[in-house]
């Protein structure tokens, strides 16, 4: 099949807010305030991509995803998975696999392996081939062990480990995980990455849409991105999209006097302090060594007094990339 | 996928987690006695010796309409109790993404509850034969199955609009509050529908309950065969065809509702 995997067209989606009993008082025949959750989302991702959404909480990521499989409608355009309309039908949803951050999303008292089954079944899998994909998916996951334990007993990387498992019941090319990582320590995330990037892209081919609000994570795991605010895509490129906005999760803070080296993008910005000093914010790139960065600062001729990195501000910088990109121009 | 098996997966599931509350088995099956014994005595205290309710012995006439009633009980409030449960466990939505049907969903979500409560119906008519002295045509079993079949068809239908009523309103109490009360009020379990009077009961007669309690208890306490209650089972039939249709659509209609507004996991 030739195309994109997954493609929207000028996507939008407004939600009707529900007026309270004053307003329905006041206003009875007024519809409720307009909430523009997404507008004008257009993107493509290619067979075996990982495309990255990434935005902070609110911009409209999940509300995107769940428009994606199905579970809500759009307001505007269209979203088409492998040449079926996301919002009709069984085909969409039969392409894609769904990864909510929701332990709600089980049964409870019934065993990890039970609720497998159940969802497998609802997938149209039965009998032997059900057991067969269920005994295998459990030990990729390395959830064996736990496949006779009820959910209710399982940890949160365990219940994560699980939502991947049934989302691959099905076997679909496309995978939809929406925050995967965002209830897991440092550790279960690092692996849950690891199993996305080598198992189900390197391995398996399939198509990974993710969102997420982790900087580093859109960073190391996806091979292009859209940086959505407000219900708008703002920003997409390739991998190495942050780094050029001068987000990288790997920043240094250079000051130094004398003649100041040149603004070169918002990954090596100088800003002058006045009396013949100067300070550089440089972002490295992935393997970039900082050495090289300093033979830049050093290029223009001045002299350098201090180097600091200066992780902590990549949140903040996020926060004014978003600030700016909202600006009205 | 095949409707029946989808079906199964749902039974089994739900038979899965009601299995893991043990107790509640034990304490359902006192409760079927305990409330038995009550409807045993008060006609025992309210009538004379000897009295008849409609041909047959008071206990024998209030066991076909409570027995039924509380099966049918399913079928009307089931939907909307299984709806609403699966919304607040947050599970519904990840059902609503996999390709499994609307139709299924709905009909699967109370497969286990009316397969249970049928369990729960030959318990009460049981007890009530071996324990408190009803009496039963035997060889009609299988003519009261029947009555029992398109009796849940028929209350399904209403079961699923008041499903609808959960999705497209958030509650749906309400509704099945009211239409619970009408059908106890009309229907013939607690007292004939004579005693309404003939204004009110020519009323009962546009309720499905009433045909059900009657063509129930003709068959399984009266021995009547299916041919005799032809007019109570086309009613019941009739209501189907009209309501069946009207609970999808319904359904369907809440549904799409739900997705429009991204509300399918509200509560």
New interface residues.
């Given amino acids: 099949m030739t195309g994109p995997a997954l493609e929207t067209a000028g996507l939008g989606?407004t939600?009707?807010r529900r007026k309270s009993l004053g307003e329905l008082a006041r206003h009875p025949f007024a519809s409720g305030e307009r909430v523009r959750?997404l507008a004008d989302v257009s993107f493509g991702v290619a067979r075996g991509e990982v495309f990255g959404l990434l935005g902070p909480n609110g911009a409209g990521k999940t509300?995107l995803i769940?428009i994606l499989?199905?579970?809500?409608?759009p307001t505007d355009g269209r979203a088409v998975i492998e040449g079926a309309d996301a919002s009709r039908g069984?085909e969409a949803?039969?392409r894609?696999g769904?990864v909510?951050a929701?332990d709600?999303?089980?049964?409870?008292?019934?065993t990890g392996a039970?609720n497998l089954?159940?969802?497998g079944?609802?997938?149209?899998l039965?009998g032997n081939a059900l057991e067969r994909r269920i005994a295998h998916l459990l030990e990729r996951l390395d959830l064996t062990a736990a496949a006779g334990s009820l959910f209710a007993n399982y940890s949160t990387g365990m219940r994560q480990r699980l939502a991947v498992a049934?989302a691959l019941l099905h076997d679909p090319p496309i995978l939809l995980l929406d925050e995967p990582t965002r209830s897991l320590d440092p550790v279960a995330a690092r692996s849950l990455r690891r199993f996305v990037q080598d198992e189900l892209v390197g391995r398996d081919g399939k198509t990974v849409l993710i969102a997420t609000h982790n900087l580093h994570e859109a960073e190391t795991l996806c091979t292009r991105l859209a940086i959505i605010a407000r219900g708008r895509i703002v920003a997409s490129g390739e991998a190495g999209l942050l780094r050029h906005l001068g987000l990288h999760a790997d920043r240094w803070r250079i000051e130094g006097t004398g003649a100041a080296p040149a603004t070169d993008g918002a990954a090596f910005r100088v800003e002058g302090l006045g009396a013949d000093r100067w300070r550089l914010d440089a972002a490295l790139a992935p393997g970039e060594i900082l050495d090289r960065v300093l033979e830049r600062a050093r290029a223009a001729g001045g002299r350098i007094h201090s180097c600091e990195r200066v992780d902590s501000d990549l949140e903040e910088a996020f926060e004014e990339f978003i600030q700016r990109a909202e600006r009205p121009q | 996928m095949s409707w029946l098996r989808g079906i199964g997966a749902f039974i089994v599931r739900d038979a899965l987690e009601d299995l893991s509350y043990r107790t509640a088995f034990l304490m359902n099956t006192v409760g079927i006695l305990l409330f038995l014994a009550v409807w045993y005595f008060v006609p025992k205290f309210l009538l004379a010796q000897g009295a008849e309710v409609e041909g047959l012995p008071p206990f024998s006439w209030f066991l076909g309409g409570i027995a039924l009633w509380q099966f049918l009980n399913v079928a009307l409030s089931g939907f909307a109790r299984r709806i609403r449960k699966e919304q607040l466990s947050g599970t519904l939505e990840a059902m609503m993404a996999t390709p499994a049907r609307t139709s299924l969903v709905l009909f699967g979500s109370t497969a286990w509850d009316f397969l249970f409560s049928a369990l729960s119906l030959a318990l009460y008519v049981l007890f009530g034969v071996w324990i408190f002295g009803a009496q039963i045509a035997v060889a009609s079993i299988p003519a009261a199955i029947v009555v029992l079949v398109l009796t849940s068809l028929c209350f399904s239908g209403i079961g699923i609009l008041a499903a609808s009523a959960i999705l497209y309103f958030k509650r749906g109490d309400p509704i099945t509050f009211l239409v619970s009360g009408v059908m106890q009020l009309f229907g013939g379990v607690y007292f004939p529908a004579s005693a309404l009077g003939p204004r009110l009961q020519a009323v009962a007669e546009w309720i499905p309950l009433t045909h059900a309690t009657r063509a129930f208890r003709a068959t399984l306490l009266g021995g009547a065969s299916l041919g005799s209650q032809v007019g109570d089972l086309a009613a019941l039939a009739g209501f189907s065809l009209l309501v069946i249709p009207l609970g999808l659509a319904m359904a369907r209609v809440a549904i799409g509702r739900a997705r429009r507004d991204g509300t399918l996991a509200h509560y």
């Fill in positions: 989606k939600f009707v959750a509300t769940k499989s199905g579970l809500i409608l069984a949803r039969k894609l769904l909510i929701d709600r999303s089980f049964y409870w008292r019934l039970q089954r159940f969802f079944r609802l997938h149209g039965y049934r």
